[in-house]
C-alpha cells in the first residue's frame, strides 16, 4: 500500500512537473517570441520616429508581461508588509488589470494574520484566481472576500452579487473553465476543500478550507 501510494505522489507530481513545463513553453512561444520577432522586423525601419515608439511600446508590454507572468509562478510577498496588506496590494492590482469594470470589494481578514510558507503562496494564488475570475465572469458590481487562519484551519471565500447559478459553474468544462479546476486540483493537493454554492440574494460563492500542517510548513519555512 505505501508502495503504491508513492507511485501515485511521483506520477502527480511528474504530471504537474509537465504541466508546468508546457505552459512556460506556450508562454515563451507565444507571447516572448512572438514580440521579439515583431521587434526583429521592425529593426529595418527604426530610423522612423513612429516605427521608434512602435518597438518601445512593444518592449514595454513585453516587460510588463513577463514580469507578471513571473509573479504567477512564483508569487513574491513582501516581507516588510503584513500577508494582509500584500494581499490587499494584489486586490488592488487585479482591479487595476480591469479598468472596464467597476466592482467594489470587500476584505475581511484579521491584521495579525499568520501564514506559514507555503500556504501564504497558495492562498495568494487562490485569491487571484477566484477574485479574476469574478472581474472576467461576473456581472455584478460587488465582492466580498473573507479570510481567516484559526487554530490552523484556513478559510477563504469570495463572493459576488452577479446573476450566475452555482450549478452552471460545478458542471462547467473544465477544458474551457480551467480557473475553478486549477483552484480544486491546488486544494484537493493540500487536502483540503472547495464548496460551491448561490450567495444570498444573487451571485456565486466559493470557500476554500485547508489545514495549515504545522511540521511541514515550518520545515518549508526553514528551508
Known sequence: MIKDNNFTAALIQ??????????????????????LLSVKNMMGKAHRPEVQDLIVETLESLNTHIRQQMQDYHPILLKNLTIKDNYLNLIEAISLSFPERDIYVNFECSDTLFLVEPYNVLVYRLLKELLT????????????????????????????????DATCVITADTVTHKGIASIKEQVYRMEGSVSISNNIPCGICIQTRILMKGDDSYQHFVS
Not at 512537473?17 to 512572438?34: G, I, M, Y
Not at 475570475?133 to 455584478?140: L, Q, T
Open 133 to 164: 475570475n469574478v472581474y472576467k465572469h461576473s456581472n455584478g458590481n460587488h465582492a466580498w472576500i473573507m479570510l481567516s487562519q484559526e487554530k490552523g484551519k484556513i478559510e477563504l471565500t469570495i463572493s459576488d452579487n452577479g446573476t450566475a
Open 14 to 35: 511528474l504530471q504537474q512537473e509537465e504541466k508546468l513545463k508546457n505552459e512556460f513553453a506556450n508562454f515563451l512561444h507565444d507571447d516572448v517570441l512572438q514580440d
